[in-house]
């Protein structure tokens, strides 16, 4: 069993930048690979990014590859989701989960964090 909690979502201005995070309990963090992904009203939770179990392999959607960036710390049981460069169209609830192997459908990811807004205004 694995929980997560995401945190660092806002409001913040087309072009700024914001920083997710999302703690993992458990003993077993390192044995999953992390994936963020987001979901607008009205539309399909989407993929955004994944990280290895390692975190030497990291994976973009391409609306967001070049600006965004997913990171882990094995150590401290997180995974981060840097946001530069934010649009209006990135505006979603985020939710960061946990796989036994990466994917980039919802369905492949055994736990999901609740989720957390992030607004970006034009």
């Known amino acids: 069993q694995v929980r997560l909690v995401e945190s660092g979502g806002g409001l913040v201005q087309a072009g700024g930048s914001l920083r997710l995070s999302c703690a993992a309990s458990g003993r077993t963090f390192s044995s999953y690979a992390m994936g963020w992904f987001r979901q607008a009203p009205g539309k399909e939770r989407e993929f955004v990014a994944a990280?290895?179990?390692?975190?030497?392999?990291?994976y973009y959607a391409q609306s967001v590859k070049g600006r965004f960036t997913i990171s882990r710390d094995n150590a401290k049981n997180t995974v981060t989701l840097q946001m530069n460069s934010l649009k209006p169209e990135d505006t979603a609830a985020y939710y960061c989960?946990?796989?036994?192997?990466?994917?980039?459908?919802?369905?492949?990811?055994?736990?999901w964090g609740q989720g957390t807004q992030v607004t970006v205004s034009s």
């Open positions: 989960a946990a796989s036994g192997t990466i994917s980039y459908w919802p369905p492949g990811y055994d736990y």
């Open positions: 990280t290895s179990r390692s975190g030497d392999s990291t």
